[in-house]
């Protein structure tokens, strides 16, 4: 399985929860708080099944609670498939 | 539209706003316009492959883009109703040049009616949980096929943080809703989002909707729903409604609101007996004890919306229910719901709306397509419009399983 890119999980994020909301800062947008971004907890865990759908992962509340940026989820997602390689 | 408030008191309930969405029209102006036309909205369903059911019309919204109304956050977590009904709110709040932002936290709440949840949205989801697994079922299911979505997610969008309530009294709703607003208004809350859009022309909401036996198997537009004719076979479902700003005249005076399109004069519910008790249908009751509501007495009211349910049974109940009050020919009688279906909760709500523009105008919409009313039924049926002075209506609705309500509503002045 390929490993999961940011620009893959953002386009998953919009189907799943629609574009994120305009954000004023100089910060990469992979950096970006989802809150931030607009995305609420339901969002994320709407992501989330999504992800382990097509990843082949299972992902823990835990985890996906820590993760609070794009580039954490990316890395969760990315370290979950190199444990089931 | 009328600015004068005079004759009002401060404690009576007003419609300052309303928001359309209807088989007849995006819209107030559109819905309106389309309803004095006598134009028919009923139509082969387009919304799911309905070829091989035995009913095969509907009265659905046409040219709906919910992507042109609403925020992509939205789309993918609500039903096809609910976004219909938050197009209806953001009308209604602008229509009544109401700012939620400008209201105390706890100033305003929403009560919407609804028959069945966001069905079409639960089905697919439904699907996807017995066809793939709990793994493919949406997060949204959570909320998107509740009952009290519709009320949920407006308080979100507008910020409308008073009490919220969810009706569900089927086609009843509608007025229901409307009642428990005004007393939410009596408890001293200033304003109040309230009204109904339902429908749920998907495969689940047909079935469930079949079932009822009362569902027209006619496939000609023309002759499917033709509630009082010596034909009537059943209903054509349909989705949209209606939602209003209801607020007190105090509260509408103090934040220089100009537009009432009438008063919510009166309201009343009842419940019929158990089928097969003997005893009568409470729809007369639940009008009598509207009028009483509004100290109006049956001679008073100068049009009667009907509920108009379209098998031979149930307007029989309803035209004695009439004439009990008014007579026989005792009061013009209208159902132009004839050319949108049976739109669930939001029938009886587009059906308030329609009696408030028919006050402004001084029109009653007429009933299409019933050419042959039974005449045992003593009905003045209006199957033209008509223009005569009106002041007051009376709106009647009744839901599957026994509701019957009644409200009756005073012109804008």
Not at chain 1, 56 to 72: M, Q
């Amino acid at each position: 399985m390929d490993q999961l890119t940011t620009d893959r999980l953002m386009e998953i994020m919009r189907i799943c929860a629609g574009e994120v909301d305009p954000v004023v800062t100089t910060a990469d947008p992979e950096d970006i708080d989802f809150a931030d971004l607009g995305y609420d907890s339901l969002a994320l865990l709407e992501t989330a099944g999504r992800l382990e759908r097509e990843f082949g992962v299972a992902i823990g509340e835990g985890e996906l609670a820590d993760a609070r940026t794009p580039a954490d989820l990316t890395a969760l997602i990315n370290r979950l498939l190199a444990k089931t390689a | 539209m009328s600015t004068d408030t005079e004759g009002l008191a401060l404690d009576d309930t007003v419609v300052t706003g309303m928001g359309v969405v209807a088989p007849t029209g995006l819209g107030r102006d559109e819905h309106w316009t389309n309803t004095l036309r006598g134009a028919s909205a009923i139509g082969p369903v387009t919304r799911f492959e309905a070829g091989r059911y035995p009913s095969r019309l509907a009265g659905e919204v046409p040219g709906f883009d919910p992507a042109a109304h609403l925020t992509s956050r939205l789309l993918p977590q609500t039903d096809h109703m609910t976004r219909m009904a938050l197009v209806a709110s953001d009308w209604a709040l602008t229509d009544a040049e109401a700012d939620p932002a400008q209201l105390p936290e706890y100033g305003m709440g929403v009560v919407t009616a609804v028959s069945a949840g966001g069905f079409e949205f639960g089905h697919r989801e439904l699907q996807n949980l017995w066809g793939k697994g709990p793994e493919h079922v949406s997060a949204y299911q959570s909320f998107a096929w509740f009952y009290a979505v519709n009320t949920g997610q407006i308080s979100i969008r507008h910020g409308l943080r008073g009490p919220g309530a969810a009706l569900v009294t089927e086609q009843a709703g509608g007025l229901d809703a409307l009642g428990q607003a005004r007393r939410q208004l009596r408890r001293g809350q200033p304003m109040v989002l309230a009204g109904a859009v339902d429908g749920s022309p998907c495969p689940w909401g047909w079935a469930a909707q079949l079932s009822t036996g009362r569902m027209s198997e006619e496939p000609d537009p023309v002759r499917a729903y033709l509630p009082f004719d010596a034909e009537a076979g059943g209903y054509v479902p349909g989705e949209g409604g209606a939602l209003f700003v209801l607020e007190t005249e105090e509260a509408a005076r103090a934040r220089g609101a100009r537009r009432r399109y009438g008063r919510m004069a009166g309201y009343a519910a009842t419940f019929d007996p158990p089928q097969g008790s003997g005893r009568p249908a409470n729809l007369e009751r639940a009008a009598r004890a509207a009028l009483d509501d509004a100290r109006l007495g049956p001679e008073e009211i100068d049009v009667v919306f009907a509920d108009a349910a379209g098998t031979s049974e149930e307007d029989a109940i309803e035209a004695e229910a009439l004439r009990g009050l008014f007579g026989p020919h005792g009061v013009p009688v209208t159902a132009p719901k004839t050319m949108t279906g049976r739109l669930s909760a939001g029938g009886s709500a587009l059906d308030v709306a329609t009696a408030l523009l028919a006050l402004r105008e001084g029109i009653v919409p007429p009933t299409i397509n019933v050419s042959r009313p039974r005449p045992e039924h003593t009905l003045d049926l209006v199957t033209a419009p008509r223009r005569i002075p009106l002041a007051t209506a009376l709106v009647l609705a009744r839901g599957q399983g026994g509701f019957n309500s009644a409200l009756v509503l005073t012109g804008p002045c």
